[in-house]
T-cell receptor
Framework: NAGVTQTPKFQVLKTGQSMTLQCAQD?????MYWYRQDPGMGLRLIYY???????DKGEVPNGYNVSRLNKREFSLRLESAAPSQTSVYFC????????????FGQGTRLTVV | EDQVTQSPEALRLQEGESSSLNCSYT??????LFWYRQDPGKGPEFLFT???AGEEKEKERLKATLTKKESFLHITAPKPEDSATYLC??????????????FGQGTILTVHP
């Protein structure tokens, strides 16, 4: 049982480049999330999808876009990367958002130079 | 806007020295309050869910409690392997924030032998 799978695990981008972080879950969960984690700042919510077909902004959505491709997959896109987006990104899923526990992927460490 | 504040930011304990971590929250409609443990380089791992004031949950040396404004994670006779970052999160049940999951900044716990 793979759980939540994120790709890639590591990435280095140049300022202005674009990329998409992929996330897939095999638990038939309804809700999915994207967070970024910076030192001393915990997990900050970028976007979330409470159910298939819906997406909503979190605390720090600027510079990002998301797509809930289907129930399994939730991707995060950086259209024009900036050094301020250097961070560790986590994807998570939950059977019922905010009610049941969330399961996390292993993270993507992104460096923008 | 949902807010979660954890204290202290860092806590150093001697092995066997019991203590508590605090999580204060503001949320328009609480679905659940969650505690997670995070080890360096890994994604958060679920510990507990609490749903209503007065509720308590226990697991080995950890005990989580909930009031209407805060939650405590009590650590009894900690061991070095309890060293980790402990994260608190609240799930939102209200209106446009339905399914939102907001984290605090975490408490870094170090237990010395």
């Amino acid at each position: 049982n793979a759980g939540v799978t994120q790709t890639p695990k590591f990435q280095v981008l140049k300022t202005g480049q674009s990329m998409t972080l992929q996330c897939a879950q095999d638990m038939n969960h309804n809700s999915m999330y994207w967070y970024r984690q910076d030192p001393g700042m915990g997990l900050r919510l970028i976007y979330y999808s409470a159910s298939e077909g819906t997406t909503d902004k979190g605390e720090v959505p600027n510079g990002y876009n998301v797509s809930r491709l289907n129930k399994r997959e939730f991707s995060l896109r950086l259209e024009s990367a900036a050094p301020s987006q250097t961070s560790v990104y986590f994807c998570a899923s939950s059977e019922h958002g905010g009610l049941a526990e969330a399961f996390f992927g292993q993270g993507t460490r992104l460096t923008v130079v | 806007e949902d807010q979660v504040t954890q204290s202290p930011e860092a806590l150093r304990l001697q092995e066997g020295e019991s203590s508590s971590l605090n999580c204060s929250y503001t949320v328009s409609g609480l679905r659940g309050l969650f505690w997670y443990r995070q080890d360096p380089g890994k994604g958060p791992e679920f510990l507990f869910t609490l749903y209503s004031a007065g509720e308590e949950k226990e697991k080995e040396r950890l005990k989580a409690t909930l009031t209407k404004k805060e939650s405590f994670l009590h650590i009894t006779a900690p061991k070095p392997e309890d060293s980790a970052t402990y994260l608190c999160a609240v799930g939102n049940a209200g209106g446009t924030s339905y399914g939102k999951l907001t984290f605090g900044q975490g408490t870094i716990l170090t237990v010395h032998p």
